[in-house]
T-cell receptor, first 118, second 113 residues
Framework: GAGVSQSPSNKVTEKGKDVELRCDPISGHTALYWYRQSLGQGLEFLIYFQGNSAPDKSGLPSDRFSAERTGGSVSTLTIQRTQQEDSAVYLC????????????????FGNGTRLTVT | AQSVTQLGSHVSVSEGALVLLRCNYSSSVPPYLFWYVQYPNQGLQLLLK??????LVKGINGFEAEFKKSETSFHLTKPSAHMSDAAEYFCAVSYPAGQNFVFGPGTRLSVLP
């Protein structure tokens, strides 16, 4: 497929468990973002990867959240010791910056992973 | 801090009526501006973008938006609503010196028959 792929599409986990969410960006896209969308809320920025640069982790809400991007492609968002307030849709997006800056290139979003913590 | 305001969390229009979804940003630096649409259980799709070219931007599905620097606005319009336009709409801004996008809270559009 040509789009951004996220897995799983739905994840139900018990409070205190760790979860891993996966994102396969569009091939060749060097910029990758993770956002969190809570019910009735806008998108909350979590983390940004651009090429081989150090990621911008400024949006991660706590040290229970981490993300990595291997080989400049697939990314995994890990949430340790999940809490009920972590329940949300986690969206991944990628882009191909034409000018070296990612911010004038539109984002291509996956369909998200709906995380429910019970 | 930069922010995006979308007036009206929920807008209802009749089929065939004008659609107007409002977006205002707070910044003294001209931003890049985007509108995205989100259908249920899907990610966001780009409708249109403004990146310092023409101030009136035409997008997909008959939508357009006009950048008004004096009003710090980028309102989305469509002359005639279709039932298929019912969705959540997000305005987003970014800045040339930045790395990130700031999204508004979204406006849910309902189209009544």
């Amino acid at each position: 497929g040509a789009g951004v792929s996220q897995s799983p599409s739905n994840k139900v986990t018990e409070k205190g468990k760790d979860v891993e969410l996966r994102c396969d960006p569009i091939s060749g896209h060097t910029a990758l973002y993770w956002y969190r969308q809570s019910l009735g809320q806008g998108l909350e920025f979590l983390i940004y990867f651009q090429g081989n640069s150090a990621p911008d982790k400024s949006g991660l809400p706590s040290d229970r959240f981490s993300a990595e991007r291997t080989g400049g492609s697939v990314s995994t968002l890990t949430i340790q010791r999940t809490q009920q307030e972590d329940s949300a849709v986690y969206l991944c997006a990628s882009s191909y910056p034409r000018t070296g800056s990612a911010v004038d290139s539109p984002l291509h979003f996956g369909n998200g992973t709906r995380l429910t913590v019970t | 801090a930069q922010s995006v305001t979308q007036l009206g969390s929920h807008v209802s229009v009749s089929e065939g009526a004008l659609v107007l979804l409002r977006c205002n940003y707070s910044s003294s630096v001209p931003p890049y501006l985007f509108w995205y649409v989100q259908y249920p259980n899907q990610g966001l799709q780009l409708l249109l973008k403004y990146t310092s070219a023409a101030t009136l931007v035409k997008g997909i599905n008959g939508f357009e938006a006009e950048f008004k620097k004096s009003e710090t606005s980028f309102h989305l319009t469509k002359p005639s609503a279709h039932m298929s336009d019912a969705a959540e709409y997000f305005c987003a801004v970014s800045y040339p010196a930045g790395q990130n996008f700031v999204f508004g809270p979204g406006t849910r559009l309902s189209v009544l028959p």
